[in-house]
């Protein structure tokens, strides 16, 4: 079976509105333009799609639109239409399955240009230590790229997580879920260079109390690589069980910004392409985890020392979440 | 202080100043939102006490509830930043282009030789910044900076104080009580920006000056050398007495208050809003009834002979004192004899979604 290739298109709404947005060509959002398009007899409808690698949403009722230009050019077979938010499913017809779009902030300019700055020397002057591997595992056929082993006790691992520390209550809150009692925080460097990438895959596991994952980006500027994109996807639920759509969100890799998602998102890192083929044009990023505690402490300090972070806070713990999305 | 933030919303009606007013309010689940006529009302997590550090510093607050507002609502434009205890004498107009941020001077920023320039004491922030040899800005709010910018700084302004706070805690003074301003010119220097004094506040101790904002966190001097007024010790809507007070800044902040305690009183201090009808409400006449179709509202919602003759001067042109004097006349009623009714049928108005009160 092909890949599905991603499908740019120009969207020209009423008013004089214009919106890019890159889709795959499986993307059930594709269908649902194109049949509005070519039916409106079959009804409006309300759609939100992607803008700016996810930083921004674009809302609209198909009754809006006007045109669509694609590159390349798509014909699309438009005799069923799926529900935005529900998908059938054909192997249990009568169960209800969901398509839920990925949770995730981005948060640009998270550190200081000076602190970029010294985080991407480290990296420079650390080529030595990174390793072909990983904290839990590591299959080539899964994921390729270096991780330096033991950057969680650094410094420069604690300058990434104090900051992290700070947006924490919100980032919680952002994705509706009540702030939680820290048991720690795991962190670690990688470097993706040339061919290297990270297939679909989610953070947490029943043995690994992973809760928020945080990437981090940096690289040289001018940039020496191209990819390396960071994908978000899609979820189709179905009772207890999650499966990746084939639908996704992508956020750029660009240096400074730092990337949130709860770590039961699944997500994949795109495959890289440096040209140089040098180590010093890899992208780079400190991915962190934060771990819900199963008994609260308030001993252990996080971050620089100063921060107890085990035990949720009197002011947090009456506050259980909206159940709010940001992207 | 409730009666802070009403008589600083009060100041900003009056000297009319451009923009949305938002009070950034420290809430905590099921506790009731503060009202207030003109400003919006943000509802943040509470950083009171510091959630990791159990810290019992207010301005903590003021930076984690920024740093909220500005992520959750993503502002974009010009940012005029001040305390409670603050009043406009009138409008801050400069838009503020990127980078280009203006603020108070704050001349007690310390000097040494220690880390930034700053005095002995400081050597810890060696552990915790990348570049200490930056000149901080003497600067402290009000500041006058665009949304980008203060988004830059806001996380690194909260983590910083909270630093200083902790690092400081063990020495004799205790914990800096100056911490917030340090940490926000280090967090704007750190981000690379530049911010220029510009005369935007003063204190009520500084005689001569122009600034738009006056500041009263300190008592305020009566002319025979005692204290005429202390904001520390003020319970709400007591009354003042601005004559006590020594001319100049002191006595222009509680002449202001007396003036918003007696308007208040009287209910004149809508005086300096409009009712504005909202739009897509549309109004229809049946046998002498008037009737309003309310965009959202499935139901009509009928007005009274009197809430139709209110209705029909809330246009947009005149302030709820004028609409106060206008149906006084018209009605040959007595000064201030409608006053409470108009007042009651105008917040039905607002409630159901007709009108908005905006600031003359």
């Given at each position: 079976m092909n890949t599905p290739r991603d499908i740019q298109l120009k969207i020209h709404l009423a008013g004089g509105h214009e919106h890019t947005v890159t889709l795959r060509e499986d993307a059930p959002e594709l269908l649902v333009l194109f049949t509005a398009l070519s039916t409106p007899e079959s009804g409006n409808r309300f759609v939100q799609l992607p803008l700016d690698g996810g930083k921004v949403a674009c809302s609209f009722q198909t009754s809006q639109l006007v045109s669509i230009v694609s590159e390349p050019p798509v014909v699309m077979e438009l005799h069923k239409v799926p529900e935005l938010g529900k998908v059938h499913n054909a192997e249990h017809p009568t169960s209800a399955t969901q398509l839920r779009r990925p949770r995730f902030v981005v948060i640009d300019d998270f550190l200081s240009p000076q602190e970029h700055n010294e985080l991407l020397a480290f990296s420079l002057i650390s080529e030595e230590q990174f390793k072909a591997g990983t904290i839990t595992s590591y299959d080539p056929e899964t994921r390729q790229n270096l991780a330096i082993l033991g950057f969680g006790e650094s410094v420069h691992s604690r300058l990434v997580q104090n900051r992290l520390l700070?947006?924490?209550?919100?980032?919680?809150?952002?994705?509706?879920?009540?702030?939680?009692?820290?048991?720690?925080?795991?962190?670690?460097?990688?470097?993706?260079?040339?061919?290297?990438?990270?297939?679909?895959?989610?953070?947490?596991?029943?043995?690994?109390?992973?809760?928020?994952?945080c990437v981090y980006y940096l690289h040289r500027e001018p940039r020496g690589f191209a990819g390396g994109d960071l994908r978000l996807y899609d979820c189709i639920e179905t009772g207890g069980s999650r499966r990746p759509a084939d639908t996704f969100t992508t956020v750029e890799p660009v240096a400074n910004r730092l990337v949130v998602f709860p770590s039961e998102e699944f997500h994949e890192a795109m495959p890289v392409r440096c040209p140089s083929k040098e180590f010093a044009d890899s992208r780079f990023a400190v991915t962190t985890w934060l771990h819900r505690a199963a008994c609260p402490n308030p001993g252990t300090l996080f971050g620089w020392g100063h921060f107890r972070c085990g035990v949720v806070a009197p002011q947090f713990a009456a506050y259980q979440g909206s159940g709010g999305n940001k992207s | 202080m409730q009666w802070q933030s009403e008589l600083l919303e009060y100041s900003w009606g009056r000297a009319r100043q451009p923009g949305e007013l938002v009070r950034l309010v420290a809430a905590r689940p099921g506790e009731p939102t503060p009202c207030h006529r003109l400003a919006r009302v943000v509802e943040t997590l509470s950083w009171l006490?510091?959630?990791?550090?159990?810290?019992?510093?207010?301005?903590?607050?003021?930076?984690?509830?920024?740093?909220?507002?500005?992520?959750?609502?993503?502002?974009?434009?010009?940012?005029?930043?001040?305390?409670?205890?603050?009043?406009?004498?009138?409008?801050?107009?400069?838009?503020?282009?990127?980078?280009?941020?203006?603020?108070?001077?704050?001349?007690?920023?310390?000097?040494?030789?220690?880390?930034?320039?700053?005095?002995?004491?400081?050597?810890?922030?060696?552990?915790?910044?990348?570049?200490?040899?930056?000149?901080?800005?003497?600067?402290?709010?009000?500041?006058?900076?665009?949304?980008?910018?203060?988004?830059?700084?806001?996380?690194?302004?909260?983590?910083?104080?909270?630093?200083?706070?902790?690092?400081?805690?063990?020495?004799?003074?205790?914990?800096?009580?100056?911490?917030?301003?340090?940490?926000?010119?280090?967090?704007?220097?750190?981000?690379?920006?530049?911010?220029?004094?510009?005369?935007?506040?003063?204190?009520?101790?500084?005689?001569?000056?122009v600034a738009p904002i006056l500041d009263y966190r300190h008592p305020i001097a009566s002319t025979d050398g005692d204290i005429a007024w202390d904001p520390g010790t003020y319970r709400n809507w007591e009354p003042v007495q601005p004559e006590r007070a020594q001319p100049g800044p002191g006595r222009e902040v509680l002449t202001l208050l007396s003036e918003f305690l007696e308007r208040r009183e009287q209910g004149l201090e809508l005086a300096f809003l409009r009712p504005c009808r909202h739009k897509g409400v549309r109004e229809g006449k049946i046998l002498g009834s008037m009737f309003l179709d309310i965009p959202g509202r499935a139901d009509t919602v009928s007005l009274n002979s009197s809430g139709a003759a209110i209705w029909e001067v809330c246009d947009g042109t005149r302030s709820l004192a004028e609409i106060n004097r206008e149906l006084e006349t018209r009605f040959e009623m007595p000064p201030g004899s409608l006053r409470a009714d108009i007042e009651v049928v105008i917040k039905r108005l607002e409630r159901i979604g007709a009108l908005r009160l905006e600031p003359v």
């Open positions: 700070i947006w924490f209550p919100l980032l919680a809150k952002t994705f509706g879920m009540p702030v939680f009692p820290l048991a720690m925080v795991e962190s670690q460097l990688t470097a993706a260079g040339d061919g290297h990438y990270f297939k679909v895959h989610c953070d947490d596991a029943p043995d690994l109390p992973r809760v928020l994952s | 006490p510091h959630p990791y550090t159990g810290d019992l510093y207010p301005p903590y607050h003021k930076a984690a509830a920024l740093l909220e507002w500005l992520f959750t609502e993503r502002i974009e434009g010009t940012i005029v930043l001040l305390e409670s205890n603050c009043v406009f004498r009138f409008p801050v107009i400069s838009e503020i282009k990127r980078g280009q941020p203006k603020a108070a001077a704050w001349p007690d920023l310390p000097r040494g030789d220690g880390p930034f320039g700053l005095g002995s004491g400081f050597e810890f922030l060696e552990k915790f910044c990348v570049d200490r040899t930056i000149d901080l800005p003497a600067v402290t709010l009000p500041v006058l900076i665009h949304s980008s910018d203060l988004r830059k700084i806001v996380a690194r302004w909260l983590e910083l104080m909270s630093i200083i706070r902790a690092e400081t805690a063990g020495t004799a003074n205790g914990s800096l009580s100056d911490a917030d301003n340090i940490a926000y010119a280090i967090a704007a220097a750190e981000a690379g920006i530049q911010h220029t004094v510009a005369d935007l506040g003063a204190g009520i101790e500084a005689q001569q000056n």
